[in-house]
């Protein structure tokens, strides 16, 4: 079992940037694959960034692409979310997810370990 804990989240104007970590716990975090995702009030949850075990791969949601990086640091058990040129429409609540193994997926059904998320509001 791997545990997920979220933070860097807050407050930004249009254009701004924020940095977001995942820690993981638990289990070695270098033997998962790491999502984020993020949710706004009515919508679904929706892929945004994710990263392989290894560092190796990344991807990407085409509307952050360009915008957003991904990375992991793991001696320190963490995945960043680097995200710039923020807009509004980037205003939800974040979650990291975990999945164990070499494989980098991008729906929200594979994944089985999530953290409790960090909000984001991109406003003037």
């Known amino acids: 079992q791997v545990y997920l804990a979220e933070s860097g989240g807050g407050l930004v104007q249009p254009g701004g940037s924020l940095k977001l970590s995942c820690v993981g716990s638990g289990r070695p975090f270098r033997w998962y694959a790491v999502g984020w995702f993020r949710q706004s009030p009515g919508n679904a949850r929706e892929f945004v960034a994710g990263i392989s075990w290894s560092g190796g791969s990344t991807t990407f949601a085409d509307s952050v692409k360009g915008r957003f990086s991904i990375s992991r640091d793991d001696a320190k058990e963490t995945v960043y979310l680097q995200m710039n040129s923020l807009r509004p429409e980037d205003t939800a609540k974040y979650y990291c997810?975990?999945?164990?193994?070499?494989?980098?997926?991008?729906?929200?059904?594979?994944?089985?370990?999530w953290g409790q998320g960090t909000q984001v509001t991109v406003s003037s």
């Open positions: 997810a975990a999945v164990e193994g070499s494989y980098l997926y991008d729906q929200v059904a594979e994944y089985d370990h």
